[in-house]
């Protein structure tokens, strides 16, 4: 298993959740990590990155200042801190690994080596 995703379930709007991703293997030495999302019927969409060195982050639009990305180097740990859940964050939340993932295509699932499975995050309205 090359990342190891966790922490999703069921949370009233306005409600936090916490996401890890542990990567092994390969994994481990990707130069960013990432999460997407999924609604069935509907494209992957990026929700937030961070980049191994230096530790710069990137963000969807709609949940700047509502999440966090953070990184735990020792521990090969990804967080997503999710806070004032809305109904729309409803989705399945993939972590995901990039080798070799240049600047350009951070927010670009095509750009990614490795998938954990899928976390799903319910938020009730």
């Known amino acids: 298993v090359q990342l190891q995703a966790s922490g999703g379930g069921l949370v009233q709007a306005g409600g936090s959740l916490r996401l890890s991703c542990v990567a092994s293997g390969r994994a481990f030495n990707s130069v960013v990590m990432a999460w997407f999302r999924q609604v069935p019927g509907k494209e992957r969409e990026f929700v937030a990155a961070i980049r191994k060195s230096g530790g710069s982050t990137y963000y969807l639009d709609s949940v700047k200042g509502r999440f966090t990305i953070s990184r735990d180097n020792a521990k090969n740990t990804v967080l997503l801190q999710m806070n004032s859940l809305k109904s729309e964050d409803t989705a399945a939340y993939y972590c995901?690994?990039?080798?070799?993932?240049?600047?350009?295509?951070?927010?670009?699932?095509?750009?990614?080596?490795?998938w954990g499975q899928g976390t799903q995050v319910t938020v009730s309205s």
């Open positions: 995901a690994a990039g080798l070799r993932t240049i600047l350009s295509s951070t927010r670009d699932h095509r750009g990614y080596d490795y």
